[in-house]
């Protein structure tokens, strides 16, 4: 086995962390482990622990302590001193703490038994400390700031002996641990490889990058996509792993190159995630790692302005990469120069040269979204034809149509205008009212704060199977609190989930109340009702605001027919081909 690679199994020196148990002792808690008080977890702790389980967090070797997790908030380093910039906790909900064993099972969504965890200690946590000092910011916008809403009150830790690691039916060929990453890495024969993070389709660019990174260290590549859990919205891992695989296998030096998947789960935490995910890799084997502009960034907040600066992730990874024993490589500015057929940093490109590029939005846009095949010099042939299969023009695309306001600002009835409008141009729509949905979906919640979010997020779990499958939904309920419709935001995707804001006064839907349940809210004969004694948080950033004072439910229907075709997602002529 190579030296170095050898050297690298842990960030720090020391034995890569192995928590699965075999044999007897497997066997012996297996006979216990039944007997021991449940924790369902969440599919992000499960890929947490999972990680933990085969050395990938290494030299973590359980969910972060208190000290541990105090100290990463404030100086990104464990209770020791070492270098660890994000916290992984598991968290859960007060009555779930189990007191009748000092051992609990650990279980899936599906309630198979994962590891069995020993109760050392159970502390509180703070939500929004966490989101400042972590993420920089509190914008329910963060992916991560919405999903917090739903974490548990509580952190639990202790030693974990994992019994099952979760098991996978896709690409399991290229599911790879840590020791099998670094096994094949050394049979190379290279002292030096640089790993490729990506959670996005690989085009020309990427290419050319990888490999000019691969000759600049002399060394391996180590291409590896994140399957787990990545921005909301982003194209799934089927799709992507496909493209990755047509790639390596045709483009790419099969004696230096290595594809291997990451089941992590991203926090899009910019700078601290850029350094995580370097300890991350070198655990797998990298003492180079590419990092990107934005890396990891969720895009923009709110106000429409990024969360992260565009070069921070670098800034932060450079200041870090001699503790690590990972050297950064910058991810260039790269423009594509017809003339000569090749690719070149925006810095080396001869004065006057013409230049083609395309934007993000223009691959959407432009082309995904219009159907029509990305062009060579782009992207390879085989990536185009895969993106082309999984992407439909736009208007066949899935879309959700969100309404929110006040009980009586006139969401449902401008949703009744709206339904037809959509069937004239060719889409049929499923309605979600909030109304019918109590009665049916949601029957048996009541109103506190815990039982509104459950309901909106049943409805946004129906919305987004809804807008997955390509078809419409419109829901039009309350949903008065904005972490938990940036919830339902993320369930649907954030390119297919419009928001409209139904900005009718309080007076105003006072006024018009024909069931008189503001006035019951006003004499307390109804307890935390919405605009009353319970707050709604308005949009920060809707993508529409209707004004229902001088504009007729018609009239804002047409308003949003007119988002809908310049968008793209309505044909302008009302007629949709195929």
């Known amino acids: 086995m190579n030296t170095k690679i050898d050297n690298i199994i842990s960030p720090y020196g020391g034995k890569l962390i192995n928590l699965v148990v075999s044999g007897e002792e497997r066997e012996a808690i297996l006979e216990k482990a039944n007997q021991y008080p449940s924790l369902q977890i969440s599919d992000r702790a499960l890929h947490d622990l999972e990680l933990l389980a085969v050395g990938g967090f290494s030299p973590l070797d359980r969910f972060m302590s208190k000290a541990d997790y105090q100290r990463v908030l404030t100086e990104m380093r464990l209770a020791d001193g070492t270098l660890f910039p994000m916290p992984i906790t598991l968290t859960i909900k007060k009555e779930d703490l189990p007191t009748t064993s000092d051992w609990v099972a650990i279980r899936d969504s599906r309630l198979n038994l994962i590891a069995v965890m020993k109760m050392e200690e159970v502390f509180t946590w703070d939500p929004s400390r966490e989101q400042r000092l972590v993420l920089g910011s509190t914008d329910a916008r963060h992916p991560l700031v919405s999903e917090m809403e739903q974490w548990g009150d509580l952190c639990v830790s202790g030693e974990l002996k994992v019994i099952n690691l979760p098991t996978y039916f896709d690409f399991t060929d290229i599911r790879r641990t840590p020791a099998e990453t670094r096994a094949m890495l050394a049979e190379m024969g290279n002292e030096n490889v640089v790993a490729f993070q990506t959670r996005n389709p690989m085009h020309r660019v990427h290419e050319e990058l990888t490999h000019r990174a691969a000759e600049e260290i002399g060394g391996s590549l180590l291409i590896h996509p994140v399957v787990g859990m990545t921005k909301p919205g982003d194209v799934d891992h089927f799709t992507r792993v496909r493209v990755y695989k047509a790639l390596v296998e045709n483009y790419y ?326």
């Open 253 to 578: 030096p099969q004696e230096s190159t290595v594809l291997s998947l990451l089941p992590l789960a991203m926090r899009m935490a910019g700078p601290r995630e850029a350094v995580w995910h370097a300890i991350i890799r070198r655990n797998y084997g990298a003492n180079h790692f590419i990092v990107g502009r934005d890396h990891a960034g969720p895009g923009n907040d709110s106000s429409g302005q990024p969360f992260y600066g565009p070069y921070e992730a670098q800034e932060m990874m450079k200041q870090y990469e001699d503790e690590i024993g990972v050297k950064m490589v910058p991810f260039l500015w790269m423009v594509y120069l017809p003339d000569d057929k090749k690719y070149l940093p925006i810095d080396q490109v001869p004065e006057g040269a013409k230049i083609n590029t395309i934007s993000g939005t223009q691959v959407r846009e432009d082309y995904l979204a219009a159907g029509k095949l990305l062009p060579e010099w782009f992207t390879r042939k085989e990536t185009a034809e895969i993106l082309a299969e999984v992407h439909p023009p736009k208007h066949k695309q899935g879309l959700c149509l969100w309404f929110t306001g006040l009980s009586g600002c006139g969401k449902s009835t401008i949703a009744s205008a709206l339904i037809p409008m959509l069937m004239e141009h060719g889409r049929q729509a499923t309605v979600l009212d909030g109304d019918v949905v109590r009665t049916h979906l949601s029957k048996g919640l009541g109103f506190s704060k815990e039982d509104r979010d459950t309901n909106i997020l049943r409805i946004g779990y129906v919305a987004g199977e809804i807008a997955h499958h390509n078809g419409t939904v419109v829901c039009a309920a309350i949903s008065p609190y904005r972490a938990t419709r940036n919830e339902a935001r993320k369930m649907a995707g954030d390119d297919r989930f419009i928001e409209i804001f139904v900005n009718t006064p309080l007076e105003v839907c006072e006024a018009r109340d024909i069931k008189g349940l503001y006035a019951m809210a006003r004499r307390g004969e109804i307890k935390g009702f919405t605009g009353i004694d319970d707050p709604y948080e308005e949009p920060l950033n809707a993508e529409i605001t209707l004004n229902t004072i001088d504009t007729t439910p018609q009239e804002c229907a047409r308003q949003i027919i007119k988002y809908l075709v310049e968008r793209g997602f309505l044909k302008s002529d009302g007629f949709v081909a195929g």
